[in-house]
């Protein structure tokens, strides 16, 4: 089996997530790490045993032995650099959101059906066993979402990642944090959104992004989805999933499962992991060997975008 060999962007929180789950992944290998503090990064990349160390992601991209490329790097970038790797000729895996707007999301998904590359973005929620549990459970006809219930709480009142680290740019309620959901409303429902309404809390002085947030969707199936979303919560975090359906009600916390009476639900069989960033980085690398669509290519998740795009406009004219 040829070795696919990976260029990492962003040596930050969730990069060394990635870095954690490829480590048990065989056939691939992180040849080159990319980062905006040299000695930070160079740091990192000697921990994981990587060679080649950069501030630029152009020079990896210029690596003729790259296959592909994963991006953790901020919202803003996105677009632009999974575009550059598609325009470099290797697949690409960017995480979520794929872009910060419609017209640039449509675009890598151009370029992808363009160039015939991988490219996919990290919907996380798709992979989480949790979450892969109920969905084999609808698909199999025994369960109908009724109402998807959602809180994605943080206490985010200053530029910090998941490690507590500052960082230079800013997070993102609606293109960020409630893309999560927005797509997997979609994805488990197996219909479109036929109704979305979104209202906003007061604009953060300094940083400039609403903290609080509520969003209803409605599914073509009529299933409906409740998501409400917090920088300002002080505990306890996280996102938490209730599921409502006509055969029972579920509980997904990541990647553990409980139904309504608090009694946890072993889903440690539904994959080969429980941990639902490895199991996005599998789902990566078996679609570059299988020259397969993954789930969540750029493709399969524009209408969560198209629905973000339409809340957005729906803000912006309230305001």
């Given at each position: 089996?040829?070795?696919?060999?990976?260029?990492?962007?962003?040596?930050?929180?969730?990069?060394?997530?990635?870095?954690?789950?490829?480590?048990?992944?065989?056939?691939?290998?992180?040849?080159?790490?990319?980062?905006?503090?040299?000695?930070?990064?160079?740091?990192?990349?000697?921990?994981?045993?990587?060679?080649?160390?950069?501030?630029?992601l152009d020079e990896s991209l210029a690596l003729p032995e790259v296959d592909a490329v994963i991006l953790c790097t901020p919202t803003q970038?996105?677009?632009s650099q999974s575009i550059a790797c598609?325009?470099?000729?290797?697949?690409?895996?960017?995480e979520i959101p794929l872009a910060d707007n419609l017209k640039n999301a449509e675009e890598v998904v151009r370029l992808q059906q363009e160039t015939g590359l991988v490219a996919m973005c990290g919907h996380t929620r798709r992979f989480n066993p949790s979450h892969q549990w109920v969905n084999k459970k609808v698909q199999a006809g025994e369960f109908n979402i009724q109402q998807l219930d959602?809180?994605?709480?943080?206490?985010?009142?200053s530029n910090m990642n998941a490690l507590g680290e500052?960082?230079?740019?800013?997070?993102?309620?609606l293109w960020h944090h409630a893309a999560h959901t927005v797509d997997l409303f979609i994805h488990q429902t197996q219909g479109d959104i036929v109704q979305a309404n979104a209202v906003q809390g007061p604009i953060h002085p300094e940083l400039g992004i609403a903290m609080d947030m509520s969003i209803q969707l409605k599914s073509s199936t009529g299933a409906i989805c409740t998501l409400s979303l917090s920088f300002n919560n002080d505990g306890p975090l996280g996102?938490?999933?209730?599921?409502?359906?006509?055969?029972?009600?579920?509980?997904?916390?990541?990647?553990?499962?409980?139904?309504?009476?608090?009694?946890q639900i072993d889903?440690?069989?539904?994959?080969?992991?429980?941990?639902?960033?490895?199991?996005?980085?599998?789902?990566?690398?078996?679609?570059?060997?299988?020259?397969?669509?993954?789930?969540?290519?750029?493709?399969?998740?524009?209408?969560?975008?198209?629905?973000?795009?339409?809340?957005?406009?729906?803000?912006?004219?309230?305001?």
């Open positions: 089996m040829k070795k696919i060999k990976v260029a990492l962007a962003g040596a930050g929180a969730f990069g060394i997530k990635h870095l954690d789950g490829i480590k048990n992944i065989d056939g691939v290998e992180v040849t080159s790490l990319i980062g905006r503090d040299l000695q930070k990064t160079a740091a990192v990349a000697e921990k994981y045993g990587i060679k080649h160390v950069t501030t630029n970038m996105h677009a598609l325009k470099a000729g290797k697949h690409v895996q960017v959602v809180q994605t709480y943080f206490f985010r009142r500052a960082r230079s740019w800013t997070d993102h309620l996102t938490y999933f209730r599921y409502i359906g006509d055969t029972g009600t579920y509980l997904a916390r990541y990647d553990d499962l409980f139904n309504g009476k608090e009694e889903v440690s069989q539904v994959d080969v992991s429980m941990n639902g960033i490895e199991l996005q980085d599998r789902e990566f690398f078996r679609a570059i060997r299988e020259g397969d669509e993954p789930n969540s290519s750029v493709a399969k998740v524009l209408p969560c975008y198209k629905v973000l795009q339409q809340l957005e406009a729906q803000l912006n004219a309230n305001n």
